[in-house]
């Protein structure tokens, strides 16, 4: 195959180009010539640069290519022309379907498609060459195309088969009518299992071909695709509409509860899913806890039917050990809730996208699990939750910003940029806290006060358009700290209400020391003592708060000039272990520039910060070393050359590392530049020699 597309494209076929040309002639010698001509012709062929070639997302069979191959097709029998028309057009190898489609004798069709096969246009399988259907498409009149496209969709939709192909090519025709639109409503239901953004198209090419605009479906679909504006409005007409269903009624409530959760109204939310009943009001108490509701959360799970009476779902047991693992956190059963917070996360993957809840219990289980300083937890349950797209375009923003919130913590703020360019379109209200907030976190940490000032400035807007809920505690106490760094009184009414939040909930150490850390370093910023009472109080009911306690007293005696170099590095280095590394080296730079009296002191605790994170002092002194010691790569291109290395394309490394494919092509070009190599296969050997145990 090699030696035929070199001979036609007169250039060395790359692995890519050969791999194009043997997909899409089957094989063929003489249809492996054609693809490659089309190549050229297109321009997606460049003889002079090969290697520059990248596979197409379609063939295209140019104008003067196909009118001299016509001849090809218009020299066979009718019988097979029609045949090669039918199964171009999507038509499966079913002789009812073709019999019907084609107005012929089923006991015939089978001479026909041998006759077919002899032609060399079908794969030994029966399937039509990729080729040949790209050219069959290019010379089939458009008038004959749809008529045999809508009334296969008709064929399919009468057997009770799959309509989805049908539906794409409909939707692509522009079809229009009663028929039409029903082939097409049938065809984005089928694709709402898999794929809510088609699922979406297909509803708006029903409602085009003249079918009801009110569905609620359509709505679900808006939600999971990203749209919560249009699905709220898709969901409330099809609840003010007469004739709607009970089923289309309750699934309108359930996308309406959904996207209010996302907007700041838990409350309505909790109310909604109350209504549907006992078996769904468990729906409910994620809201109901985010308004510190506990006792009305308690008695919707104490109500709710047994589990052996649960929908047999993935969804329903999510649901359920969601409530009862966040139930846990309150009540301060810490294994039990990370447990199945978890557990409720790892049943969603399998669904991907296609499941619409009020609060994802990805985003719960690592929010808990990076409170508990378990972040490697919260990064894989994460970086799960996004390659499987679980929860749709309603839930990925908000777990991205949550990576970035882990990461912010553990001082690597390469990552915390990559995941704000990358979520930097229109949010919901939610995820717009938790981005603006982590903006501020960042340019706090680059002593970055203008950019400071836009994000607070930006955050609080936010916060007006969503009110402080328990979910939300983590990205209010570094907004507290911004306040306090740039002399803003405007963060007390939030404050207060987080504290009145936390009371009503009894204050529960997982949520409440977050929150009192962040406060710690807000009185430090505002030039006060801090207060450790409240972290000690905590720590005294939860033992993974005592870093943070004994952080926060060691806080206060620095701030007072006591500086104890064992008690210093024993705290910085127990907020490392609690995934505080940037904390940690803070703290450890501050007690070194309070022991100026004491070189030893002063350098012991340097080089504790130094240890802890390069972001405390981002230019140590370094001595010179042999190149071959040190790689002369980036911490993220080291990340990245290991995952090449392991043999994960671009797509796969983005999602493990929560970068976009394109963030990966740039890394590897830079690493190729940094090591002064040029193809893939010097790149690998140089890596291999890098990063070698």
């Excluded at 009663?178 to 794929?195: F, G, I, K, Q």
């Excluded at 109350?274 to 799970?301: F, N, S, T, W, Y």
């Excluded at 983590?474 to 306090?484: I, M």
């Excluded at 430090?524 to 870093?547: D, F, I, K, N, Q």
């Amino acid at each position: 195959m090699a030696v035929l597309v070199e001979r036609r494209g007169k250039c060395q076929a790359t692995d890519a180009l050969v791999a194009v040309v043997l997909e899409q002639s089957g094989g063929s010698p003489m249809f492996a010539g054609l693809v490659t001509q089309a190549l050229l012709d297109t321009g997606r062929l460049d003889p002079r640069q090969p290697e520059r070639f990248r596979r197409p997302n379609r063939i295209s069979v140019s104008p003067g290519l196909a009118e001299r191959l016509r001849y090809l097709l218009e020299a066979l029998e009718p019988p097979i022309y029609q045949l090669i028309e039918a199964l171009a057009l999507g038509a499966p190898l079913d002789a009812d379907v073709l019999a019907e489609l084609l107005g012929t004798d089923p006991a015939g069709l089978t001479d026909t498609v041998e006759a077919a096969r002899a032609t060399g246009l079908l794969t030994d399988s029966g399937e039509l060459i990729v080729f040949v259907r790209n050219l069959m498409l290019r010379l089939m009149p458009v008038l004959r195309a749809r008529d045999m496209q809508r009334r296969l969709a008709e064929i399919q939709l009468g057997n009770g088969g799959p309509v989805l192909a049908a539906g794409r090519r409909l939707a692509d025709a522009h079809a229009t009518g009663a028929r039409a639109s029903e082939v097409l409503a049938a065809a984005a239901d089928e694709a709402l299992r898999t794929s809510p953004q088609l699922a979406g198209e297909l509803f708006d090419a029903a409602v085009r071909a003249g079918g009801s605009p009110v569905t609620a479906r359509h709505a679900q679909a808006a939600a999971l695709a990203g749209d919560p504006a249009r699905a709220l409005r898709l969901a409330d007409e099809t609840l003010a509409a007469k004739d709607t269903t009970q089923a289309d009624r309750r699934r309108a409530v359930e996308v309406t509860a959904a996207v209010l959760a996302q907007r700041g109204f838990a409350c309505r939310a909790a109310e909604l899913y109350q209504r549907l009943g006992e078996a769904d009001a468990i729906i409910a108490v994620p809201a109901l806890l985010a308004i510190g509701r506990l006792d009305r959360a308690r008695a919707v799970l104490a109500h709710a039917p047994a589990s052996e009476h649960d929908a047999p779902t993935l969804t329903a047991p999510a649901v359920r050990l969601l409530a009862t693992g966040l139930l846990a956190t309150v009540d301060g059963d810490l294994p039990t809730a990370l447990s199945d917070l978890t557990r409720a996360a790892g049943l969603l993957e399998p669904a991907g996208e296609c499941v619409l809840l009020p609060y994802s219990p990805a985003e719960i289980a690592a929010t808990v699990a990076a409170q508990c300083g378990e972040t490697a937890l919260a990064d894989a349950t994460l970086g799960q939750a996004v390659a499987g797209k679980v929860g749709g375009g309603l839930a990925q923003a908000g777990l991205l910003l949550l990576h970035g919130w882990n990461a912010l913590a553990r001082g690597t703020l390469d990552t915390v940029r990559e995941v704000l360019d990358r979520v930097n379109g229109p949010l919901e209200p939610a995820d717009e806290v938790l981005a603006a907030a982590l903006a501020a976190g960042l340019a706090r940490r680059t002593d970055d006060t203008p950019a400071l000032a836009e994000s607070f400035a930006r955050a609080r807007t936010a916060l007006i358009r969503h009110p402080v809920d328990l979910y939300l505690l983590r990205p209010l106490g570094e907004l507290a700290v911004a306040a306090a760094l740039l002399g803003e009184p405007a963060m007390g009414p939030h404050l207060d209400r987080a504290h009145a939040l936390l009371a009503a909930l009894g204050d529960p150490p997982l949520w409440a020391a977050p929150l009192h850390w962040s406060l710690v370093h807000a009185a430090l910023a505002a030039g006060t003592r801090p207060e450790s009472a409240p972290l000690e109080a905590l720590a005294a009911r939860a033992p993974h708060v005592r870093c943070l306690a004994e952080a926060a007293i060691c806080w206060r005696r620095v701030a007072a000039g006591d500086v104890d170099v064992a008690q210093v590095r024993a705290a910085a280095t127990g907020l490392r272990q609690a995934n505080l590394d940037w904390d940690g080296a803070r703290l450890a730079a501050a007690a070194a520039n309070r022991a100026t009296g004491d070189r030893k002191a002063t350098a012991d605790l340097m080089a504790c910060a130094r240890a802890l994170g390069d972001t405390v002092d981002p230019a140590p002194a370094r001595e010179t070393v042999d190149d071959t010691a040190t790689p002369p790569l980036s911490e993220r291109e080291l990340e990245v050359g290991r995952l090449v290395l392991a043999g994960l394309t671009h797509k796969q490394i983005g999602a493990r590392l929560f970068i976009s494919a394109k963030t990966v092509e740039h890394h590897v070009a830079r690493m190729k530049t940094r090591l002064g190599v040029e193809s893939r296969d010097e790149l690998f050997n140089r890596l291999r020699v890098l990063l070698a145990p």
